[in-house]
């Protein structure tokens, strides 16, 4: 009850000292909020991922950087296993190329197939393939599609991505 009556007692004290600072300062603009607590802001600050956990963390024209390792050519990955993807061109992707899906276990819940520069409509015969393992198939340019990719593995998703070169355009 004692601690209350003081709380009382010094709450005209705080009103008055804190009237005073507002008008020392006034139209003090606000901090942004929006650059303060980004998207952008909070992913490139996770950096410090689990050593066998994988982040892409570049690309180039002809290959991408994983775990500051740099990779040329095509890329395979799920979970955490990263390998080498024979497609060159877009038009290479078919269902026999992503046959490793077949025997991958536990399923990934989805493929992120990156296209290269430019998102292309992905082959009927394609997407009946993935659908028919279980996978839901997203398709989008290669740099967002090893964001993605970063973002949903970090999440401890089970994620699966099939990337060609960002410089490829099909």
């Given at each position: 009850m004692a601690g209350r009556q003081r709380a009382v007692a010094t709450l005209p004290n705080l009103m008055r000292s804190l009237r005073k600072d507002s008008n020392k300062?006034?139209?003090?603009?606000?901090?942004?909020?929006?650059r303060a607590f980004s998207l952008y802001d909070q992913i490139?600050?996770?950096?410090?991922?689990?050593?066998?956990?994988l982040r892409f963390q570049g690309y180039?024209?002809?290959?991408?950087?994983?775990?500051?390792?740099?990779?040329e050519g095509s890329l395979l990955c799920v979970g955490n296993l990263l390998m080498s993807w024979a497609p060159k061109k877009f038009s290479e992707i078919t269902p026999d190329s992503?046959?490793?899906f077949q025997l991958v276990r536990p399923i990934p819940e989805i493929l992120i197939l990156g296209c290269g520069r430019c998102i292309v409509p992905v082959d009927?015969?394609?997407?009946?393939?993935?659908?028919?393992?279980?996978?839901?198939?997203?398709?989008?340019?290669s740099r967002n599609a090893s964001s993605t990719y970063n973002i949903l593995n970090e999440e401890g998703r089970i994620v699966a991505a099939a990337l060609l070169p960002y410089g490829i355009s099909s």
């Amino acid at each position: 009850m004692a601690g209350r009556q003081r709380a009382v007692a010094t709450l005209p004290n705080l009103m008055r000292s804190l009237r005073k600072d507002s008008n020392k300062a006034p139209n003090q603009p606000l901090p942004s909020l929006r650059r303060a607590f980004s998207l952008y802001d909070q992913i490139n600050l996770i950096d410090n991922v689990p050593e066998d956990q994988l982040r892409f963390q570049g690309y180039t024209d002809t290959g991408f950087t994983v775990n500051r390792v740099q990779y040329e050519g095509s890329l395979l990955c799920v979970g955490n296993l990263l390998m080498s993807w024979a497609p060159k061109k877009f038009s290479e992707i078919t269902p026999d190329s992503l046959s490793i899906f077949q025997l991958v276990r536990p399923i990934p819940e989805i493929l992120i197939l990156g296209c290269g520069r430019c998102i292309v409509p992905v082959d009927p015969e394609v997407r009946r393939f993935i659908r028919s393992i279980g996978i839901k198939l997203e398709a989008v340019d290669s740099r967002n599609a090893s964001s993605t990719y970063n973002i949903l593995n970090e999440e401890g998703r089970i994620v699966a991505a099939a990337l060609l070169p960002y410089g490829i355009s099909s």
